[in-house]
């Protein structure tokens, strides 16, 4: 299956978001025929329809936790990007049957809307958080992972194809670290870290998008695509926005907040037993055996998982210099500093 989104319909949900709105302005600069914005906040759809100004773009209000909205929204749809959920990890341990609602559920809901109008391919984005999960966040995204594997396994003959696409930090995109470090900064505070120690994985909008457009290219059924990235502490990343914007490096420790992990992980040991190394990418196909585990026994898959996961301490470290190198590759990031340069001395 080709992702020629050329003349095509495409339906984001969560459209609004920082993905969204990327993926949104790259269909309309490849001529794609309509694109389709499911997400229940109007204030952010009239904004976003006032700044794009395209007629190609078509807004639908509507949550996906609501069948019927998902089903109107994907009717004569070819490709579907499913981006909404909750993602705020404190939030989401404080009202876990919130998350279950919109990433269980919703995502279900978009599964079987897609299924039942014949929609060509559904990529889902999952996070790194849905690995050894110990947040609701996780959990919810990990299980939303399960729902497109299930799918795959239970629908053989569908020509719909579930694919999902797991990915760490996305640089400056809505809730990012790096955008509320930079105001901190800008506002004479030390930046708010909860362990200088903590290491995450940095991606930007643009390779997260890529990974999804990687997936509509090459996903077959219950395909999870991981995309390689690098990683680093979350105090060398404040340190490198210190040394940018010129303020001495001085943290401001609050403690490790509700449902965090000290390190994260993109691909456990057990997936990677699996997997297929693409270079950029991990592909991890689905397991599709059927319940007749005796069978598989008795001819001898016995795969055991010997390796390393592949987790923001083991990947491949950036240190200061190269984590301001990256920052600088970050348009917003180079438009705070020339904003900063510009602003008169208090």
């Known amino acids: 299956m080709n992702f020629l989104p050329t003349g095509k319909r495409v339906l984001i949900t969560g459209g609004t978001g920082s993905f969204g709105q990327k993926m949104v302005r790259r269909l309309l600069d490849r001529d794609v025929g309509e694109v389709r914005v499911l997400s229940r906040d109007e204030a952010k759809q009239d904004a976003m329809r006032r700044m794009l100004g395209d ?134 505070r030390a930046p708010t870290v909860t362990n200088p120690s903590m290491t995450r994985f940095l991606m930007s909008l643009e390779e997260s998008v890529e990974l999804v457009e990687h997936a509509f290219l090459h996903a077959r059924p219950g395909d999870l695509f991981v995309r390689k990235a690098s990683a680093c502490t979350v105090g060398d990343l404040a340190a490198a926005l210190c040394q940018l914007f010129d303020v001495p490096t001085k943290l401001d420790l609050i403690g490790v907040r509700h449902g965090e992990k000290l390190h994260e992980t993109l691909a456990s040991r057990e997936e990677l037993t699996r997997a297929e190394d693409l270079g950029d990418f991990f592909r991890v196909p689905v397991d599709d055996r059927d319940l007749n585990y005796a069978l598989y026994v008795s001819e001898g898959d016995l795969a055991t998982a010997d390796g390393d996961d592949f987790n923001s301490a083991n990947a491949t470290q950036l240190d200061v210099p190269q984590i301001m190198e990256l920052l600088l590759t970050l348009p917003e990031v180079r438009a705070e500093l020339a904003a900063s340069e510009l602003a008169p001395a208090s």
């Open 55 to 188: 007629e190609r773009v078509r807004y639908y209000v509507g949550d996906v936790r609501d069948y019927d909205a998902v089903q109107r929204a994907t009717r004569d749809v070819d490709f579907v990007f499913h981006a909404a959920a909750l993602k705020q990890v404190p939030s989401c341990e404080f009202f876990p049957l919130e998350a279950v609602r919109t990433n269980i559920l919703g995502s279900g809901n978009v599964i079987e809307a897609a299924e039942r109008n014949g929609v060509s391919s559904v990529v889902m984005l999952g996070t790194d958080k849905a690995v050894y999960p110990v947040n609701a966040m996780g959990m919810t995204k990990a299980l939303m992972e399960k729902l497109a594997q299930a799918h795959s396994r239970n629908n053989p003959e569908s020509r719909t194809t579930i694919s999902s696409v797991r990915y760490g930090n996305v640089m400056y995109s809505r809730g990012s670290v790096i955008p509320l470090f930079i105001e901190q900064i800008k506002v004479g």
